[in-house]
């Protein structure tokens, strides 16, 4: 039973991270029906960023570490916004009439181009956070030591899908994006600029991605150029199980993969963990081909 | 003009003899090419030995380079060359599958070939009677981590390794030894490289309760897992094998997770202690104004030192003698990385490989 919560906890802190740069892929899949293979590297970005900032601004000893987290959060999800709006327009705006097909292919461009830029930009070898940002400790959970910071990692991000599931819901925009999603035409035709609409997917879910980055540079401290990779590939994962298109859908997928794998870990093996998980993707999959809260088109984001 | 005459026919005659007394050693290195650094290092080594040597008087050695661009087939072609040069022995190479490409163009010249850094098990296992090598085997590291384990009293020990065909085997290896040993394996078990989040692995080894863990993959994952294993407040002691002996080890893990870390790696050259070794690196630092930094470019020193000893033991430059006498006449021969006697397959016997611990202000510390 003790193993079997720590293993949960461990699944929902990786798992978070997971639904985090879900989103971005699923924001980007319901309004233009594009896989964003960039996404990922534009998490790796966000990871970059962060480690730039802190050091050449040493902002930990200003303002201590909470402000300085919180300040270096902001910069760097408004700086992988930034980011994302200006992919949009050089790789994927021009392409916007041109067979899907063009789009995909110009997208996994901008993933290599972009994980190129980091490797030329920081080096190809391992970069290291500072250590002693955040506070190591570990609380006590009826007898079993978990690290207060996965508990954080969870919280964050639940804070920030809470506040884009809110922002999709409550808001002018949100409810614009909605409709671009549902019909772009329509929308067009119902007063909504869904070149704007675009825009803000493109700055949101790279955002959320830039966040992710910073996450685990902060907390894992390793960060490389091609960490991208593995976390896009889970991440993309992670939306197709909740069913892509779908923003609740991203986050329970993230949570759902992040928790397989533990658990997959835990009591079968090691090794297979990846294989389980994917497995378990299939068997979802052939039961429900849209996903788990994937529904009607007309019901997408 | 009889004069002349005269001094041409003594020179010639000096020279004769001088030919007769100097034998020539070849060096197959990586002079160019992503190893050069270490290719160049061979070189200047091997180069300062014999200078070294010759200027005992004795028997005169010439050093005949090649480059083998750390690539299979200029190495082949580097050893077509050196095979007609009339060379004894030939010192080298750095890579395994370099060193494969040339052994059989040397076997059939009956040129002794020396490998230096070629670790793979299958060179010597080919029945090859020319070929030896001054640097261990791959299986070695197993042993000499089933013999740490054991020193360091785990009765139980988990063994992670990555699913890569170096880390499996050697996890494999040291596994077998322990068993036979009477040592429990509780947890035997490989990660995903290239990930982050390694908590699921040390949660699952934390319950099987080992006394210490052995990691036989490569230092990002060792890392990592350090530095988590210290936030989940678990502190068991851990080995890693000679892929983690990288300083990028401790910035990962960070200087508090990382102390106390054991790793098996073959000596750096400055924690050579022999003293053969402190006064050739003396003497190193004297004629290249810098350290030797690579372990196997000492190692090729060594390699030129026993194909030196294996001439004048001998007393032959016929390489069959040459062999026979590295073989069986050869008795522990003071090299620099210590005593070197080889088997009969041409492999080095004894262990290189030693224990280093990470010591508290980051440093790799030999035991």
């Known amino acids: 039973m003790e193993e079997f919560v720590q293993q949960l906890t461990n699944g929902l802190a990786v798992g978070s991270i997971y639904a985090l740069i879900a989103l971005g892929y699923t924001m980007v899949y319901g309004v233009l029906k594009l896989i964003n293979f960039a996404h990922g590297d534009l998490f790796t970005l966000g990871a970059y960023l962060g480690l730039t900032l802190l050091t050449s601004f040493s902002l930990q000893d200003k303002m201590g570490p909470l402000a300085a987290v919180g300040l270096l959060a902001i910069m760097v999800m408004g700086l992988v916004a930034l980011i994302g709006a200006l992919l949009d327009r050089v790789a994927y ?13 110009s997208a996994l461009g901008a993933s290599i181009f972009l994980q190129n830029t980091v490797m030329l930009i920081y080096g190809a070898r391992f ?31 639940l804070a920030m899908m809470v506040a884009l599931y809110t922002f999709i819901q409550k808001t002018r925009i949100g409810t614009a994006i909605r409709a671009a999603a549902i019909d772009q035409g329509a929308a067009r035709l119902m007063g909504i ?21 910073l996450m685990v540079g902060l907390y894992y401290g390793q960060i490389n150029f091609t960490m991208g990779w593995v976390y896009g590939l889970k991440a993309f994962t992670a939306a197709i199980l909740g069913g892509i298109g779908n923003i609740p859908g991203a986050m329970l997928g993230g949570l759902l993969l992040g928790v397989m794998e533990a658990l997959g870990a835990a009591y079968i093996s090691i090794a297979w963990k990846d294989a389980i998980a994917f497995l378990v993707l299939i068997l979802i999959l052939i039961v429900r081909p849209k996903g788990i809260l994937g529904e009607r088109v007309a019901e997408k984001i | 003009m009889k004069k002349i005459l005269g001094v041409l026919l003594a020179l010639s005659l000096a020279s004769a003899v001088f030919a007769a007394e100097t034998v020539r050693i070849g060096l197959m290195a990586p002079l160019t090419g992503p190893w050069a650094s270490e290719g160049q290092e061979m070189k200047q080594i091997v180069e300062l030995l014999a200078d070294q040597l010759n200027a005992k008087g004795g028997t005169q ?53 020396i490998a230096t850094g070629s670790t793979a098990v299958r060179l010597t296992e080919k029945g090859l009677n020319f070929f030896f090598r001054t640097c261990p085997r791959d299986d070695e590291q197993g ?21 890569t065909s170096y880390a499996k085997g050697l996890a494999e290896e040291a596994e077998g030894l322990l068993k036979k040993e009477g040592v429990e394996v509780v947890f035997f078990d490989a990660l995903t490289p290239g990930e982050r989040d390694y908590a699921a692995i040390i949660t699952k080894m934390k319950s099987a309760g080992p006394d210490g863990v052995f990691f036989t993959g490569y230092y990002p994952e060792a890392g990592l897992i350090l530095r988590q294993k210290m936030d989940m407040g678990w502190s068991v002691p851990f080995l890693g094998g000679d892929a983690t002996n990288n300083p990028d080890l401790v910035k990962i893990a960070g200087e508090k997770a990382a102390d106390g870390y054991m790793l098996l790696s073959p000596p750096v050259p400055q924690d050579l202690t022999t003293e053969a070794a402190t006064s050739f690196i003396n003497a190193y630092k004297a004629k290249y104004n810098a350290e030797p930094g690579s372990i196997w470019a000492v190692l090729a020193g060594d390699a030129f030192l026993v194909a030196a000893a294996g001439v004048d033991g001998s007393g032959s430059t016929d390489t069959t003698k040459v062999a026979d006498y590295l073989k069986s006449g050869m008795k522990d021969f003071p090299a620099l990385t210590g005593s070197i006697n080889f088997d009969k397959k041409g492999d080095r016997i004894g262990d290189l490989y030693k224990v280093y611990k990470v010591d508290g202000a980051g440093k790799f510390i030999m035991q």
């Not at chain 1, 916007?96 to 097909?101: D, G, I, K, W």
């Open chain 1, 193 to 213: 600029n869904v070149d704007r609409v675009i825009l803000i997917v493109f700055m949101v879910g790279p955002a959320l991605g830039g966040a992710a980055g």
């Open chain 2, 61 to 113: 050695f010439e050093i005949v380079a090649e480059d083998d661009a750390g690539d299979p087939r200029t190495a082949s072609l580097a050893a077509q060359r050196l095979s007609t040069k009339n060379v004894v022995a030939v010192v080298g190479t750095y890579g395994s599958s370099i060193t494969e490409a040339s052994q059989s163009i040397y076997d059939e010249s009956e040129i002794i070939q």
């Open chain 1, 93 to 105: 705006k021009p392409l916007r009439e041109s067979p899907r097909l063009s789009a995909v292919v």
């Open chain 2, 143 to 163: 042993r000499v981590a089933a013999k740490t384990i054991m020193s360091n009293g785990w009765k139980k020990v988990a063994i992670l390794h990555d699913n």
């Open chain 1, 127 to 157: 970069r290291v956070y500072p250590q002693d940002i955040l506070p190591r400790t570990v609380i006590d959970f009826f007898g079993m030591p978990i690290p207060l910071m996965r508990i954080l990692i969870l919280l964050v991000s």
